[in-house]
């Protein structure tokens, strides 16, 4: 930006960014409600996932050996966790907060080398980050009918449940080993030929692998949309099963185990895994795209490190590396708010999107927009290079 404008030196922009005293906030509510007008609606999708930032040395705030999604290992790095707002593969992202290793919430002197505020130096895991940014986004009014998430956040029952308690409808990755129990299975009193009479009810039958479920299930050859090669379609099995997530409690001689949680769709395709608290009547048709909407996140992700500069920011501090990635998620709203414009402005309201969501349960205000396929628009570099 300092080279093409010349209306100010780099030292300056990175002053601005790094270490000026200006408050963030205002820009931080208008780009909910920008990405709401843009995407938002009773069809799109908020999408929970996390992106790393590869760093070297140990100085800059919250780097530590931890997995790096962008490297595929563990390795050295700052990770973000992430929140999209996406409609018709077309992604605005919402949300981008940092996650600190307790490694650094363990250690009151860095904290106060890097800036960090007081309210956020207690530990706190990716979901729970998750969970704060999805209360964010619905208090500031944005609409989506469903949440998704990578297994990181999928294996996680308090994240499942807090969803669920949130009346949200949702959709995750799993491990294949997630245990489930079959969707009849009762709770009964066990019988015991001596001793005193159990107090507390067990399954009627164990917890099984989510992956052991589905072995006998059917698979069905399903297409969830179009795609620039045509239709994309694979092949699913799905079961109707209860989690295995509720409360621990000793069943006979296999120990703690736990109890029968929620009813929902288990899914298998491709070798991956997923749970859905979708209605009961949804096709299948409408699992697979919810399943299958996450991709998109990666795609925003991508955009934003190679031709927004998000992995870009030189500094060590909390504010300036925050500020940073406002910075360029605004820069990228700016760009889909162009792309949009350039592909229609949004005049068409495209079926599918609406067809493979239509069983999620709308959350914010139920008026809907109509938006536009990313079909015939232009990519972000086209778009300004």
Avoid at 44 to 56: G, M, Q, S, Y
Avoid at 91 to 104: A, T
Avoid at 110 to 131: F, H, N, Q, S, W
Avoid at 309 to 318: A, I, T
């Amino acid at each position: 930006m300092a080279e093409r404008t010349g209306a100010a030196s780099y030292d300056q922009l990175h002053h601005f960014i790094a270490s000026s005293t200006w408050d963030p906030a205002p820009l931080e509510a208008a780009l909910p409600s920008e990405a709401d007008r843009q995407v938002g609606g009773t069809d799109a999708w908020l999408i929970i996932d996390d992106t790393a930032l590869p760093k070297k040395g140990n100085h800059s705030v919250g780097v530590a050996p931890q997995y790096a999604s962008a490297l595929g290992k563990r390795a050295n790095c700052q990770t973000l966790v992430s929140v999209t707002l996406a409609s018709n593969e077309v992604p605005v992202m919402v949300g981008l907060r940092f996650f600190l290793p307790e490694s650094w919430t363990s250690d009151f002197a860095r904290l106060d080398r890097a800036g960090v505020p007081d309210d956020v130096r207690d530990y706190r895991t990716k979901p729970e980050i998750a969970l704060a940014e999805i209360d964010r986004v619905s208090a500031a009014g944005v609409r989506f009918g469903c949440v998704l998430a990578d297994a990181g956040y999928g294996l996680s029952a308090p994240f499942r449940q807090a969803l669920s308690a949130r009346g949200l409808t949702w959709a995750v990755r799993i491990p294949f080993k997630q245990k489930v129990y079959p969707a009849d299975v009762e709770m009964i009193f066990p019988v015991v030929k001596r001793g005193r009479p159990r107090q507390r009810h067990i399954p009627d039958t164990k917890s099984i692998t989510a992956q052991a479920m589905l072995e006998t299930a059917k698979c069905r050859m399903v297409s969830w949309r179009r795609g620039t090669k045509g239709a994309l379609s694979a092949r699913f099995a799905t079961v109707r099963v209860r989690i295995a997530d509720g409360p621990p409690q000793r069943i006979r001689d296999m120990g703690a185990q736990h109890l029968p949680g929620e009813d929902v769709w288990v899914v298998g395709g491709e070798r991956k895994y997923y749970l859905s608290n979708l209605p009961a009547e949804a096709s299948l048709k409408q699992l697979a795209g919810a399943i299958k909407a996450r991709w998109i996140c990666e795609q925003a992700h991508q955009q934003l490190k190679e031709e927004l500069g998000l992995d870009h920011f030189e500094g060590p501090s909390w504010a300036g590396l925050h500020r940073h990635a406002l910075m360029t998620m605004i820069a990228y709203a700016f760009l889909q708010t162009r792309r949009l414009k350039q592909a229609g402005g949004g005049k068409k309201n495209l079926r599918s999107s609406a067809t493979t969501n239509a069983a999620c349960r709308p959350h914010g205000n139920p008026e809907n927009h109509s938006k536009t396929s990313t079909g015939n628009m232009p990519s972000l570099r086209e778009m300004y290079l």
